[in-house]
């Protein structure tokens, strides 16, 4: 059942319970359903972005930091390579977003 089911509904009260902060240093994930696991990213330590636009207008954006490169020789995107690094998943205005953290990240 989890694998056909299960998962998806899991993945979706992880996202509804996410929280996203952005300040001039900093990327924060707040998970109000596992409170204890505050995590945030220094945006100069960000190496590449990308944006996937959704068709409702929201967006996902997924960024490779220094620590997910130094841990591996692949390049690639998001969280399916590296399940500890988070990403802005289904953000309302993400071209706003994208531009803001592509501005800050070297």
């Known amino acids: 059942f989890y694998v056909l089911l299960g998962r998806f509904y899991i993945d979706m009260k992880m996202r509804e319970n996410m929280i996203y ?4 240093l900093r ?3 707040y998970d109000k359903l596992m409170p ?5 990213i220094e945006l100069d330590n960000i190496q ?3 944006m996937i636009k959704h068709g409702d207008g929201a967006g996902s954006i ?3 930091t220094e620590d997910a490169l130094s841990k591996s020789g692949i390049k690639v995107f998001g969280n399916a390579a590296f399940p500890e690094t988070p990403f802005l998943s289904r953000i309302e205005d993400p071209d706003e977003i994208f531009a803001i953290l592509r501005s800050n990240t070297p």
């Open 21 to 24: 902060g952005l300040t001039d």
């Open 48 to 50: 590449h972005l990308t």
């Open 36 to 40: 204890w696991r505050l995590k945030s």
């Open 27 to 29: 990327i924060i994930f």
């Open 62 to 64: 997924y960024f490779m």
